[in-house]
């Protein structure tokens, strides 16, 4: 279950309103750093954005792939533990505009987790130590720590218990192609990954220097 601060509106839908939420300019600002986070080839200045100009919490060795994309308007409420990997072109979000409500919620993500390449991750979610996300992952839910997740809807492939730890580092080759972008796996159209390889979703991997 996602944990999610709900805010009900009047009138027009929430996102018609959204500057009575926030501010105009913050919404710029942050969305030209933001920019020019996406494209730095520098995973030492990206880190630099997030922390001192978006107030986000990036943990030691944290590396955010090519056009990584965090929350606009509330990057505050993201934290990422150390040396985690945030993979090419995935979206952390921390609100939501709906018709007759807005909702925000805290991202947290823990040390060691590998998301995979075109991932969107929903406000509220918190996603535990050592945790792997298959690319092109929707998640709509917390992951618990060790946990293999992937798929649209989400669903889980390997439960999470720390003795299964060589076990994520078997997931994390298969999802990342070794975090390179040379490896592609190609599976049936369910976007699940499986332990054995028969369901795999295609993947492409960045470190984005």
Known sequence: MRKTDRYPVQGPNSLWQIYRTVSLWKGIRNFIFIQIARYSPSLRFKNWIYRRILGMKVGENTAFG???M???????R??????????????????EYLIREYRLGDVIIGSNVLI?????????VTI???AVIGA???VTKDVAAYSFVAGNPMRVIREGRPELASEVQESEMRVSGEVSGSEEVRGNDSGALSRD???????????GE
Request: a negative charge.
């Open 66 to 68: 090519l056009m990584a």
């Open 70 to 76: 965090v929350d606009v308007f509330f990057p505050e």
């Open 78 to 95: 993201i934290s990422i533990g150390s040396n985690s990997i945030i993979g090419y072109n995935t979206t952390i979000l921390a609100h």
């Open 116 to 124: 995979g390449a075109n991932t969107t991750i929903l406000p509220g």
């Open 128 to 130: 535990g130590d050592h």
């Open 136 to 138: 092109g992952t929707v």
């Open 197 to 207: 390889g028969r369901d795999v979703t295609s993947v492409h991997q960045s470190h």
